[in-house]
Nanobody
Framework: QVHLVESGGGLVQAGGSLRLSCAAS?????LAWFRQAPGKEREFVAV????????FYADSVKGRFTISRDNAKNALYLQMNSLKPEDTAVYYC????????????????????WGQGTQVTVSS
């Protein structure tokens, strides 16, 4: 069992930046960020693979967000720049003990572990 704990959320004005962190109690092969806005389904934001370092992003955040990981610290990060009000959501860290195909990494069901979430609010 791996425990994930997110931090770094907060209130920021549109155009601003935030950096989210996720501390993992153990190693996971695949680590990702998802988000959920009020009244909406949880949606994929970005994912990174442990072995290859490959990263993938949702179209809505491509060019603005950067996912990274520190394998030595079992930590995951999400640098969010040029934030928009529509980025407002609870952001969740998710982990899986094995690789995921490109058709599966954006789905919620394959992930073994989830954090409790951190709120990000972007004001206009």
């Amino acid at each position: 069992q791996v425990h994930l704990v997110e931090s770094g959320g907060g209130l920021v004005q549109a155009g601003g930046s935030l950096r989210l962190s996720c501390a993992a109690s153990g190693r996971t092969f695949t680590l990702a960020w998802f988000r959920q806005a009020p009244g909406k389904e949880r949606e994929f934001v970005a994912v990174t693979m442990w072995s290859s370092g490959a990263t993938f992003y949702a179209d809505s955040v491509k060019g603005r967000f950067t996912i990274s990981r520190d394998n030595a610290k079992n930590a995951l990060y999400l640098q969010m720049n040029s934030l928009k009000p529509e980025d407002t959501a609870v952001y969740y860290c998710a982990g899986r003990n094995s690789p995921l195909s490109t058709s599966a990494y954006s789905r919620t069901y394959p992930y073994d572990y989830w954090g409790q979430g951190t709120q990000v609010t972007v004001s206009s």
